[in-house]
């Protein structure tokens, strides 16, 4: 019997605003423990929430930018559950009354341009962070996190494949990134997602039973863990089982979930509507002003990619859905660049070297002008494409430009006829089989004698002139 | 005791500006008041001998450099310990937060210290504000002034002894479903719960958010006013404060009458009713007539649904309100948990008295999963239906007059065996809250124990002065005889 597999997913995501959601403790990753909070945020006795007007404006830009539609009157509500990194004993959120709703978010599969639906985007308020010594009796609680604004965002189960489900992420993150409203880094928390799976025989119009899967910490263990749910799920069908409705935590050291819940032990959470805060009202001229602010999304800047710079889709989709890659591509090629060319570079060996240093592309520390240079100096054969290849690591290390390297270093490519001949005859001197085999009418031997050249040369030879240079020298000895 | 401690508010002011008596010497006289009939009042969790003192010194400085003073400047007064005091003891007389100090002022403290008012002391009261007789202190018992076998109310009781005892000139109180009023009542002094959302609830320990709204508990009308001129505005820490157009409360005390239309509701002295009640307020009425009002017979029919509809409110909310006391942060911890639920289990057992419980596991179960819909949303309407009822009262007359409590005082123990022989005792106050409207209970006269009685004025929304006035204009008509021999 052959399953598909029905994924949806819940996106959690940090607002970057400069404040916290309810108080106005600074909004920041990291600091000592315990220096970035108040009363308010510790949920002290007597203190009140006092809602964080951008975190509406970001919440309206994100809802915009997929697409939503805008509540013109919500409210927050109380989900009481009690837990250490939970002050107040419950989290202020919003039930039944999103702040966004009915939206769709587009992916670019190997088949098609694929709409996923959102369901609803709402805010709410973070708990702080858990910290379990190895091997000691007590846990200690870090409430900086506390109050941090977030949205989550919630997937229609349109996803059919875990490849679908990457893709919808990635997509999240470079509208999220492009609009302002979130860093997205995952390795910093501000992005989290839980996995929802269900499978079902293909045909079957009903879906199957759904299981949950927290604790999913990156685009890959998403991958991993919808993988291993849906393998999960099949295994209990075909042995004639049930799969039990459940929510799963995912260890993605040891590539397995665990139970964490079952339907059984489903929290009530005892939702109402949150006294100590009015309701939400958004008018036609906040959402307007909202939508003038918002820039560029990123498939706009594919489909104009595609017909202003002629790149293909492939390129456009990769440059568009990264905020730091784009806005190199943009400046190199106003700076001059050929705009295959630049895109060559940052999706081959810049990415190379940010996947490396595990960065965000926004990290990259130099500009579009700079690459634009870098390519300009290999067009113009001060360097060869070899070296052009050293050169940029060092752009990523040092404050200097390509030209203030190759200059600093002696890179520059050698392309002086003369010199070049010079080190043909010394390496042909040095080669005399290879010599023989050329002449014996092996054409292998150019490629051979060729790489013996740029060795010796230290790969500054002009690849070009050895071509051109090495075939004259080795007739005229024949000769 | 010293005579001054008799004085109002007012009249101590005059004194201070007058230069007649230091703020220091007023001080020492309550404090020295305080030492000798506090054991048998028992009116403070916490006396602030110190503090106050050195509040004094402050005020007299600031005489002493010609500086220009409020109305309240040196007058010593009482805070109802669920308010949050920087650096004091703040426990809601519970064992959960006995030793609870607040690192902030409440919004409403921080006016009063502006206003150079000198904190004497913490008052008593029913634990977490739920009770109506302050026998849920888990700390001490606070007797009524005018009997000492009797309670003096709740939840605010430590308060209204206090203001009645002469320990202090006034007092904050907290009124979540006639927290104020009630106790304002048994122990004959002026008490008022304002509009929802005129005074600020930040820093106020939450026992309902909907329906709490913190007060003063006075002497007189004239003090009331003059507090409430202080701790009122809208505050940006607080979302569900307001801003009030007409402010000036000292300025609406008149006692012209003419053209005020007072509403006498039936269903407030039907049945239940002690007799001698039901004739403070038809005398009420009467006075009002020969000052020129007019008695408007209005209907409040909800009035029958009223108690229901409180108890499911406030008990849901506080069930949410009262989660954070889990022993992580701050406040009791329970001994020898071994993991985290018992933790919470362990705590929350021991460290919450029987009638909270009840509470939180009422307001819990009205919030849960199957049950929400037919208790707590439908409180809710209920609720819409008994604000509706008072907009169409107020189309006929500017304020309604009941009485506060149905009884006088009762003895220690007599109501506490049964939870809803106490939860009746609040039937004339609790739709007030519930409709978020502004009321006061002015001493109105004694029963034949001579156990003070309360009459209770109601207003419409944002007319507190509508409610200040009336409340004077019978006051000054000396309709009732003054409520003597407080105290020593």
């Given at each position: 019997m052959k399953y598909e597999t029905v994924i949806g997913l819940e996106v959690h995501a940090e607002l970057a605003?400069?404040?916290?959601i309810y108080c106005s403790c600074a909004n920041q990753?990291?600091?000592?423990?315990?220096?970035?909070?108040c009363p308010v945020c510790i949920g002290l006795p007597g203190t009140l929430p006092v809602l964080n007007r951008r975190v509406v404006d970001f919440a309206i830009k994100a809802g915009l930018s997929m697409h939503c539609d805008i509540a013109s009157v919500c409210k927050q509500d109380r989900k009481n559950y009690f837990y250490p990194d939970l002050p107040k004993a419950y989290q202020i959120s919003q039930f039944?009354?999103?702040?966004?709703?009915?939206g769709y978010v587009e992916i670019d599969t190997e088949e098609e341009t694929k709409k996923i639906g959102i369901t609803r985007i709402h805010i709410e308020e973070d708990a702080g962070k858990l910290l379990h010594a190895e091997g000691a009796n007590f846990s200690l609680v870090d409430y900086?996190?506390?109050?941090?604004p977030l949205i989550e965002i919630v997937s229609e189960p349109?996803?059919?494949?875990p490849e679908e489900a990457m893709l919808f992420l990635e997509s999240i993150k470079s509208i999220l990134q492009a609009i302002g409203v979130?860093?997205?880094k995952m390795q910093e928390g501000s992005l989290r997602c839980d996995i929802n799976v269900s499978v079902r025989p293909f045909g079957q119009k009903d879906f199957g039973v759904r299981t949950e899967c927290k604790n999913v910490n990156s685009f890959r263990a998403a991958v991993r863990a919808i993988r291993y749910e849906r393998d999960r799920q099949i295994a209990l069908l075909e042995a004639g089982e049930t799969v039990e409705q459940e929510t799963r935590r995912w260890d993605d050291a040891k590539g397995m979930s665990f139970l964490m819940r079952s339907k059984e032990e489903?929290?009530?959470?005892?939702?109402?509507?949150?006294?100590d805060l009015m309701p939400i009202h958004i008018d036609a001229a906040w959402i307007e002003k909202m939508q003038n602010e918002l820039p560029e999304l990123p498939q706009d800047k594919k489909r104009r990619y595609m017909t202003s710079?002629?790149?293909p889709q492939y390129d456009a989709s990769l440059l568009s859905a990264s905020k730091g890659l784009s806005t190199i591509f943009e400046e190199a090629v106003q700076s001059g660049a050929k705009p295959k060319t630049a895109s060559n570079w940052l999706l081959g060996e810049i990415s190379k070297i940010v996947n490396e240093r595990v960065i965000?592309?926004?990290?990259?520390?130099?500009d579009g002008k700079a690459l634009a240079e870098l390519i300009s100096l290999i067009e113009s054969g001060t360097i060869s494409g070899t070296i052009a290849k050293q050169v940029l690591p060092k752009m990523f290390d040092k404050s200097q430009s390509a030209k203030e390297i190759v200059e600093a270093e002696g890179l520059?490519?050698?392309?002086d006829e003369g010199a070049i001949i010079d080190l043909i005859k010394e390496v042909l001197s040095n080669n005399a089989p290879a010599v023989a085999d050329y002449h014996a009418g092996k054409d292998r031997a150019i490629g051979f004698l060729t790489g013996q050249i740029m060795r010796a040369s230290k790969g500054k030879a002009n690849p070009a002139v050895i071509q051109t240079k090495l075939r004259e020298v080795l007739n005229e000895m024949k000769a | 005791m010293d005579s001054l401690c008799k004085m109002t508010a007012h009249a101590l002011s005059e004194k201070i500006k007058k230069r007649e008596i230091s703020a220091t010497e007023l001080t020492k006289a309550h404090l020295a008041h305080i030492e000798e009939i506090e054991p048998n009042v028992?009116?403070?969790?916490?006396?602030t001998s110190e503090t106050a003192l050195e509040m004094a010194n402050a005020v007299d400085k600031k005489i002493a450099n010609g500086e220009a003073l409020s109305s309240l400047a040196g007058i010593p007064m009482a805070i109802k310990d669920n308010i949050s005091t920087d650096g004091i003891k703040t426990t809601c007389a519970s064992k959960m937060l006995q030793n609870y100090v607040p690192p902030f002022d409440a919004t409403v403290v921080d006016k009063l210290r502006q206003a150079d008012c000198v904190f004497i002391g913490k008052a008593n009261m029913d634990e977490f504000a739920m009770?109506?007789?302050?026998?849920?202190?888990y700390f001490k018992k606070t007797k009524?002034?005018?009997?000492?076998?009797c309670i003096p109310g709740g939840s605010s009781g430590g308060s209204a002894a206090a203001v009645a005892a002469n320990e202090s000139v006034f007092a904050l109180g907290s009124d979540t479903g006639g927290s104020i009023r009630q106790p304002a009542a048994m122990c004959g002094v002026v008490g008022m719960k304002p509009?929802?959302?005129?005074?600020?609830?930040?820093?106020?320990?939450?026992?309902a958010s909907s329906l709490d709204q913190i007060g003063p508990l006075t002497k007189d009308v004239r003090d009331c006013a003059t507090v409430l001129e202080v701790i009122a505005g809208k505050d940006?820490?607080?979302?569900?404060s307001l801003s009030c157009e007409n402010t000036n409360f000292l300025g609406a005390l008149n006692e012209d009458c003419k053209g005020m239309r007072i509403g006498l509701p039936q269903e407030y002295l039907e049945?239940?009713?002690?007799a001698p009640i039901k004739e403070a307020v038809l005398n009420a009425a009467k006075a009002y007539e020969k000052m020129g009002a007019e008695i408007v017979d209005v209907s409040l029919p909800m009035l029958s649904h009223a108690l229901e509809t409180y108890y499911m409110i406030s008990s849901a909310e506080a069930s949410s309100n009262l989660a954070?006391?889990?022993?992580?942060?701050?406040g009791f911890r329970a001994e020898n948990c071994n993991n985290l639920e018992e933790l919470f289990l362990k705590t929350r057992s021991e460290g919450f008295g029987d009638e909270v419980k009840r509470r939180i596991m009422l307001g819990t179960f009205v919030l849960s999963s199957g049950y929400y819909d037919a208790y707590y949303k439908k409180a809710q309407k209920a609720r819409t239906l008994i604000c509706r009822d008072f907009s169409s009262a107020f189309e006929n007359c500017d304020t309604i007059l009941t009485?506060?409590?149905?009884?006088t005082a009762w003895k220690?123990?007599?109501?506490?065996?049964?939870p809803l022989q106490m939860y009746l005792a609040d039937i004339c106050t609790v739709s007030v809250n519930i409709a978020g409207l502004p009321a006061l209970s002015l001493p109105c006269g004694v029963d034949t124990n001579g156990l003070p009685i309360g009459i209770q004025l109601i207003g419409d929304t944002m007319h507190d002065c509508d409610v200040l006035h009336a409340a004077y204009a019978l006051e000054q008509s000396n309709t009732f005889l003054p409520i003597g021999g407080a105290g020593a």
């Open positions: 605003t400069n404040t916290k990753f990291g600091g000592d423990t315990n220096t970035r909070c039944d009354l999103p702040l966004c709703y009915d900086n996190r506390g109050g941090v349109d996803m059919r494949s979130s860093d997205c489903a929290q009530d959470y005892r939702y109402f509507p949150e006294p710079f002629d790149l965000d592309a926004t990290e990259i520390p130099f520059a490519q050698i392309s | 028992n009116s403070f969790i916490t006396v009770g109506s007789s302050t026998e849920n202190s009524n002034p005018r009997n000492t076998d509009t929802y959302g005129l005074v600020s609830r930040y820093g106020l320990i939450a026992f940006d820490k607080d979302s569900t049945g239940g009713i002690d954070r006391y889990d022993g992580v942060r701050y009485p506060t409590s149905p009884c220690f123990g007599e109501k506490s065996e049964d």
